[in-house]
């Protein structure tokens, strides 16, 4: 088994500011993702990376970047805080060369003032 | 429009009775997860399927590629299965890359 774990749980901004959500995990995955969800909505994607230093763009990276410093974190940078993106982040992981199956951490609730 | 159709949007149920859940694809799935997400927010896997079935306790989901849909089953609901329910399906991406259904809140009453 593993876990992944994100920080902070909750995060506070100012409209305009920049701010950086973190993702760890132990179950020695190869791919790594984030979703953002909406209050009362489904999961899209932001950004995954099927490696170290890799990078791919999903449907909503317009306004993010994102940053695959070694195989077991993953970071996601909001480049300019707005209002209309309040939401919950979830990082995920899998083995590409396994299961398949992707496995979440807990979240971020980003609150932007 | 949106490539995973989730139904139904909420649902209440009384405890020890059954029910279904349904995901329509609009275009090709190769694998589709379903996940309960708690109040806590947490998304808890409870299947992931390539076609075909799978069961689990008094869970139950299928997944038939042809005709582009999956279902779970809820058999005997008790109230700690209450949350939303999500289907997740990747489009034939190498890397499964998931799209999420809008998810079904199911409400269980004793």
């Known amino acids: 088994g593993g876990i992944i774990t994100q920080t902070p749980k909750f995060l506070i901004g100012q409209e305009g500011q920049k701010l950086t959500l973190k993702c760890q995990q132990n179950?020695?995955?190869?791919?790594m993702y984030w979703y953002r969800q909406d209050s009362g909505k489904g999961l899209r994607l932001i950004y995954y990376s099927i490696t170290e230093n890799d990078l791919q763009k999903g449907d909503l990276s317009e306004g993010y970047d994102a940053s695959r410093e070694k195989k077991s974190s993953f970071s996601l940078t909001v480049t300019s805080a707005q209002k209309n993106e309040m939401a919950v982040f979830l990082c995920?992981?899998?083995?590409?060369?396994?299961?398949?199956?992707?496995?979440f951490g807990p979240g971020t609730r980003l609150t932007v003032l | 429009g949106d490539k995973v159709k989730q139904s139904p949007s909420a649902l209440s149920l009384q405890e020890g009775t059954n029910s279904a859940l349904r995901c329509n694809f609009s275009i090709a799935a190769t694998t589709v997860q379903w996940f309960l997400q708690n109040p806590r927010g947490s998304l808890i896997n409870l299947f992931y399927?390539?076609?075909g079935t799978k069961e689990n306790g008094r869970l139950k989901s299928a997944f038939d590629s042809k005709e582009s849909y999956s279902t779970l089953h809820i058999r005997d609901a008790q109230l700690e299965d209450s949350g939303t329910y999500f289907c997740a399906a990747d489009i034939m991406s190498n890397y499964n890359v998931l799209y999420f259904g809008s998810g079904t809140k199911l409400t269980v009453e004793p």
């Open positions: 995920a992981s899998t083995s590409l060369l396994s299961s398949y199956e992707q496995y």
């Open positions: 179950f020695n995955h190869d791919t």
């Open positions: 399927l390539v076609p």
